[in-house]
């Protein structure tokens, strides 16, 4: 069964900084691609950042610059996807979503999000 660990989030003061993590477990298949995605009120879920198999990285513009994700893996199975931003705008306030893609036949699966809010 496979399962997605999120932390991070919070509070976070305008110009601070924020750290995300998604640890992904449970899968007997490769991982295909891992990414943050971000939700605001109102709002559909947009990308934030993607990191693939071969560490190919795309940011989306509103991050690009502020964001760096990254990935680890480590021998009992487990995968992490972390996200670093600065500079935070209250723009980038909703809740947080960790995606993690095992391909056609391991599927695709959400974590179940994390709240950050910008504010002063």
């Known amino acids: 069964q496979v399962q997605l660990e999120e932390s991070g989030g919070g509070l976070v003061q305008p110009g601070g900084t924020l750290r995300l993590s998604c640890v992904a477990s449970?899968?007997?298949?490769?991982?295909?691609?891992m990414a943050w995605y971000r939700q605001a009120p109102g709002q559909r879920r947009e990308l934030v950042a993607v990191?693939?198999?071969?560490?190919?990285?795309?940011?989306?513009d509103s991050v690009k610059g502020r964001a760096t994700i990254s990935r680890a893996s480590d021998n009992l199975g487990k995968n992490t996807v972390t996200l670093h931003m600065n500079r935070l705008r209250p723009e980038d306030s909703g809740v947080y979503y960790c995606?993690?893609?095992?391909?056609?036949?391991?599927?695709?699966?959400w974590g179940q999000g994390t709240q950050v809010t910008v504010s002063s």
């Open positions: 990191i693939d198999h071969g560490n190919t990285i795309n940011y989306s």
């Open positions: 995606n993690v893609d095992f391909g056609r036949l391991g599927g695709n699966f």
């Open positions: 449970g899968s007997s298949f490769s991982i295909n691609s």
